[in-house]
């Protein structure tokens, strides 16, 4: 049986301050690349991203996993 719950993902990314770290060198050019229901379309979005960007040494793509931010419990209530 698949599950087909949604389970939103957020893809971001920009030029990082230094190699290594995660603080983004400005706030105003993050790429907001999209929501995606699942890890593995969040994923597709990501990869794409990132592959495009491979020139650039600074620039980083994340997945943000929203739905452990709206629902930390993981009851489906988002209190």
């Known amino acids: 049986m ?11 990314g920009g030029e990082l301050k230094e190699l290594g770290g995660v ?3 400005d ?3 993050v790429d907001l690349v ?9 994923r597709k979005a990501w990869k794409a991203r990132a592959q495009a960007t491979v020139d ?12 452990r931010l709206i629902d930390p ?3 489906g209530r988002a209190d």
């Open 2 to 12: 698949t599950d087909h719950r949604q389970l939103l993902h957020l893809v971001i």
């Open 23 to 25: 603080e983004f060198r």
């Open 27 to 29: 706030l105003s050019k």
């Open 34 to 42: 999209g929501a995606f229901p699942n890890y593995e379309e969040a």
């Open 56 to 67: 650039n040494a600074h620039m980083r793509y994340f997945i943000i996993h929203a739905h």
């Open 73 to 75: 419990d993981g009851d």
